[in-house]
Nanobody, 115 residues
Framework: QVQLEESGGGLVQAGGSLSLSCTAS????????MRWYRQSPGTEREFVAS???????SYSESVKSRFTISRDNAENTVYLQMNNLKPEDTGVYYC?????????WGKGTLVTVSS
């Protein structure tokens, strides 16, 4: 059974940094693209960043140059380093992967950026 568990969220002032982690179990981790999404109240879940098994990275325009996605296949973990945080980065951050076109999601971790 595939499980994803996020951690690292919290409250931070604008301009600050946070590092999120997502640990996977029940999956041959190194094979799969891992993604981060976020959702703010009243909005749809939106793509933030992704990293393939070959460490090819992609970012949304709103976070490019501020966020960095990385992975440690030995630890089955994907990270999201978030710098220069803005109030509009506030939301629940979710880890995601797809196996055979079936999506898997973690329960999310809340990030709150105060102005």
């Amino acid at each position: 059974q595939v499980q994803l568990e996020e951690s690292g969220g919290g409250l931070v002032q604008a301009g600050g940094s946070l590092s999120l982690s997502c640990t996977a179990s029940g999956v041959w981790f190194s094979w799969y693209t891992m993604r981060w999404y976020r959702q703010s109240p009243g909005t749809e879940r939106e793509f933030v960043a992704s990293i393939t098994g070959r460490n090819e990275r992609s970012y949304s325009e709103s976070v490019k140059s501020r966020f960095t996605i990385s992975r440690d296949n030995a630890e089955n973990t994907v990270y999201l380093q978030m710098n220069n945080l803005k109030p509009e980065d506030t939301g629940v951050y979710y880890c995601n992967t797809e196996i055979g076109s079936r999506p898997y999601w973690g329960k999310g971790t809340l990030v709150t950026v105060s102005s």
